[in-house]
């Protein structure tokens, strides 16, 4: 391994929890009772996708700009201050930059809120850059983001892996060529399975990951 792209939610940092139920609980606040229908809907949605769905669907609770700023004010405040890092992720990142490889951000979150949350967990400056989806144009269901990454890094793609924790980010990566490491998260505990298949190695958590089985 030469280089290594990392997502950040749910993958180094445990925020999953809060944008699994993100919206029915986001709605609730305008005495709207959802169910837990809509967190399934708007599950890939980015923020501006999911302004656009809640204000198609919802009318009353304003314009897709008011809502996307009430949504970013909400999770500005949650991954600036609150959001915690997975077990054993300070731990992979030290190692891997400690045998010399080179590390790159691949999210489908804003850059305002990853960089917000990385910087708080003294982890920004491991990493030589960051893609998001947005900048990109398209999600992980596409390998833009991964290609892009890669090309920045400079590595070969054989020499280089994704570490994720989406099965759907996973497969996008695998079909490019990309070695790629999971890691679980209750928010794709009903796919471990398929999970587990997908990925050259796979661990529940990065405390038990030995690096020597990447390098």
């Given at each position: ?94 190692a891997l930059c400690d045998s010399g490889v080179k590390l790159y951000i691949a999210t489908a979150t804003y ?15 491991k990493f030589s850059g960051v893609l998001t989806c947005a900048e990109i144009g398209s999600g992980k269901d ?62 529940n958590s990065f405390e038990e990951l030995d690096i020597s089985r990447l390098i």
């Amino acid at each position: 391994m030469r280089g290594a792209i990392f997502d950040v939610d749910g993958t180094l940092i445990d925020s999953m929890s809060m944008w699994m139920h993100f919206g029915s609980d986001f709605v609730r606040s305008f005495g709207i009772d959802a169910g837990r229908e809509l967190d399934y809907k708007i599950r890939y949605f980015s923020l501006r996708d999911t302004a656009e769905y809640l204000s198609a669907t919802y009318p009353v609770m304003g314009s897709a700009d008011d809502i996307e700023e009430m949504c970013r004010r909400k999770t500005v405040k949650f991954y600036h201050e609150e959001v915690k890092l997975k077990p054993g992720a300070r731990e992979l990142l030290d190692a891997l930059c400690d045998s010399g490889v080179k590390l790159y951000i691949a999210t489908a979150t804003y850059r305002q809120l990853i960089e917000g949350a990385l910087r708080r967990l003294e982890i920004w400056d491991k990493f030589s850059g960051v893609l998001t989806c947005a900048e990109i144009g398209s999600g992980k269901d596409k390998p833009d983001i991964f290609l892009a990454a890669r090309e920045a890094l400079g590595t070969e793609t054989d020499e280089t892996w994704v570490f994720e924790d989406a099965m759907h980010a996973m497969k996008t990566a695998k079909s490019c060529g990309f070695k790629v490491c999971g890691v679980y998260d209750d928010s794709e505990a009903d796919h471990k399975k398929e999970i587990s298949e997908i990925c050259d190695v796979y661990v529940n958590s990065f405390e038990e990951l030995d690096i020597s089985r990447l390098i």
